[in-house]
């Protein structure tokens, strides 16, 4: 288990649970709401913790480089282990009103018409991954790094009246890593299998269907993130399910609002961990949605920057606004508004492949950016390890040019050698540049940008944000936004469902605030150096694609 167990002070009666499955771990905040404290933050590693699946940062690796998928298993058993952990901890779980959690987005799970029946009958005496391991009709869940389905995104987009067009239906354009096209991709190449699936659900509903004992709904900030729900109305699309597979509508669950209960936690886990009966167990969101709430953006401008497996750009969309061009989403927002987000899959693995590839660690890796400038005497790396989706990018492979930093307009150059301090920070700079190129279609102007996630440990990483976006970034306390969004988001549920009207910013006073004095201020002559190298690093891109 990383990170040990937090129990602060004295447990009080009102306790919320949100559970986080991220791509490498999956984490557990406890919170008290009305002491307006987090009592319990732990997270437990994959790889670490749970060996025997054999996973690397999570994932599945397959001789074909875009197939990523996790295994469905080991989520459950991860869940088994971290709730026996928070027992040895001596959390008071017979305490916690209501249980709501965060998943990766898009990732889908396979079940087969015994899945129905085997959540209502957990037996509490056998662990959860041995109760559950018959249920799937595909061994494997593909995940959000899975860039696999180039070809039914194609199908999907023509069948739907192209780019704009689906864009405009369901949020965005079709996408390798959205749950339609990988549903079209299973149905094409296993037949059988999507035959026998009774029920397809994402990695968030499928665990919300762990704890509340039944096949739980998809939430609409979730949802959008399949290339099947209808962005405007939050339905299920009908022409989409219908040219993305047969017989679809039957086997995807109802899509519901984020703070919707689902029912009481099920008998197996209050038997097993002490829960009581009339826990709240409440539908579950994407990631990213949580995180909306975890770092308080519930008004018109709030903009965060998670730094974590992938970086991700969002703000908070009154109205339901798309990217014209494709390369961004509309999801919806735990708030019932809508959130504009960009994902950037070369996040934290690639500064790690730059940090390993010259032996560093993270003091090393902060050192080599000390030593170079900001601007970096225009040497720019764009770093694709994985195919990445913005700009979207199929062929994996890092670049690295020499541009003039004085003037854009003069053609850039290759650059053939490796250095390790150049390096260092051609990489951070080509990512934050990245996300502001590519986020101006959302038209936020933040007064702050709110960062999280793993890697906004890193201040020396903040400050060249604050720098390339000229805007003062902050830090929370909890880096674990997500988690922290979706103990949150079953506070807001369950006064709800008690009958009373919670008002959102009541619900997160006192937990997102930045720390005080954390705030990283950017500095003006940085700044005017990233106001034209952005132009050079556009160039860099367009050469770079062009090519491939
Ligand atoms: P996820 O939620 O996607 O599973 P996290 O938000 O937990 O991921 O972030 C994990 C990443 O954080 C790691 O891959 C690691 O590279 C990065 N990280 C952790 N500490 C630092 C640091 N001090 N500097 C830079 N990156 C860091
Ligand atoms: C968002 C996305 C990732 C995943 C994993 O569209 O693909 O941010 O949610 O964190």
């Given at each position: 288990m990383a990170g040990g167990a937090r129990l602060k002070g004295k447990l009080m009666a009102n306790l919320f649970l949100g559970l986080d499955c991220s791509t490498q771990s999956l984490s557990a905040i406890v919170i008290d709401h009305d002491a307006r404290q987090i009592v319990y933050n732990r997270s437990l590693n994959f790889d670490q913790s749970l060996p025997h699946y054999g996973t690397i940062n999570g994932t599945l690796r397959s001789p074909d480089p875009l197939v990523v998928h996790s295994p469905p298993l080991m989520w459950i058993e991860a869940l088994d282990m971290l709730f026996a952990q928070m027992k040895d901890d001596g959390?008071?779980?017979?305490?916690?009103?209501?249980?709501?959690?965060?998943?990766?987005?898009?990732?889908?799970?396979?079940?087969?018409?015994?899945?129905?029946?085997?959540?209502?009958?957990?037996?509490?005496?056998?662990?959860?991954?041995?109760?559950?391991?018959?249920?799937?009709?595909?061994?494997?869940?593909?995940?959000?790094?899975?860039?696999?389905?180039?070809?039914?995104c194609a199908e999907i987009r023509s069948a739907l009246g192209g780019l704009t067009a689906t864009a405009r239906k369901t949020g965005s354009d079709a996408f390798e890593r959205f749950t339609g096209p990988q549903i079209r991709k299973f149905y094409k190449t296993e037949p059988d299998?999507?035959?026998?699936?009774?029920?397809?659900?994402?990695?968030?509903?499928?665990?919300?269907?762990?704890?509340?004992?039944?096949?739980?709904?998809?939430?609409?900030?979730?949802?959008a993130g399949m290339n099947l729900m209808d962005i405007h109305r939050k339905v299920w699309h009908p022409q989409a399910l219908k040219v993305t597979a047969p017989q679809l509508r039957k086997k995807l669950p109802p899509l519901a609002p984020s703070s919707k209960v689902i029912g009481n936690v099920s008998a197996c886990l209050s038997r097993r961990y002490g829960f009581n009966r009339g826990v709240k167990a409440l539908v579950w969101s994407g990631d990213n949605p949580c995180s909306m709430i975890g770092l308080g953006l519930i008004r018109e401008g709030a903009m965060a920057i998670s730094l974590g497996t992938s970086d991700t750009l969002f703000g908070y969309m009154r109205r339901c606004r798309m990217d014209e061009r494709g390369e961004g989403h509309v999801f919806g927002a735990p708030t019932g508004?809508?959130?504009?987000?960009?994902?950037?899959?070369?996040?934290?693995?690639?500064?790690?492949?730059?940090?390993?590839?010259?032996?560093?660690?993270?003091?090393?890796?902060?050192?080599?950016?000390?030593?170079?400038?900001?601007?970096?005497?225009?040497?720019?790396?764009?770093?694709?390890?994985?195919?990445?989706?913005?700009p979207r990018v199929s062929r994996p492979g890092i670049h690295r040019f020499l541009v003039n930093v004085k003037d854009a307009r003069t053609k850039p150059e290759i650059l053939r050698d490796p250095d390790p301090r150049r390096d260092c920070r051609a990489v951070v700079e080509a990512q934050m540049m990245s996300m502001r190129l590519h986020s101006r279609w959302m038209k936020l102007r933040p007064k702050q940008i709110h960062a999280t996630g793993g890697a906004s440990a890193n201040?020396?990483?903040?400050?060249?944000?604050?720098?390339?976006?000229?805007?003062?970034?902050?830090?929370?306390?909890?880096?674990?936004?997500?988690?922290?969004?979706?103990?949150?988001?079953?506070?807001?549920?369950?006064?709800?469902?008690?009958?009373?009207k919670p008002r959102w910013q009541d619900v997160v006073a006192g937990f997102t605030d930045p720390i005080p004095g954390s705030q990283i201020r950017p500095n003006a002559n940085s700044a005017k150096v990233y106001d034209k190298l952005v132009e050079s690093y556009a160039a860099c891109e367009r050469d770079a694609i062009g090519r491939l």
């Open positions: 959390v008071p779980l017979g305490e916690v009103r209501a249980i709501s959690g965060s998943g990766q987005q898009h990732g889908s799970v396979y079940l087969n018409k015994r899945a129905s029946n085997a959540l209502a009958r957990l037996r509490p005496n056998r662990p959860l991954a041995e109760n559950l391991q018959g249920v799937f009709s595909r061994d494997t869940a593909p995940i959000w790094m899975d860039s696999s389905t180039g070809i039914e299998h999507y035959a026998n699936t009774a029920s397809i659900a994402l990695v968030s509903s499928f665990l919300a269907s762990v704890i509340a004992g039944r096949i739980a709904p998809i939430d609409h900030g979730d949802g508004d809508y959130m504009a987000l960009g994902c950037f899959k070369n996040g934290s693995l690639a500064r790690e492949r730059i940090r390993d590839l010259y032996h560093l660690d993270w003091n090393g890796f902060n050192q080599a950016l000390a030593d170079t400038p900001p601007g970096n005497h225009g040497a720019i790396l764009l770093p694709w390890f994985e195919p990445e989706i913005v201040t020396a990483i903040l400050q060249i944000m604050a720098d390339v976006f000229r805007c003062p970034v902050a830090r929370t306390e909890v880096a674990k936004s997500a988690a922290l969004g979706a103990a949150l988001r079953a506070v807001h549920g369950w006064l709800a469902h008690s009958g009373r």
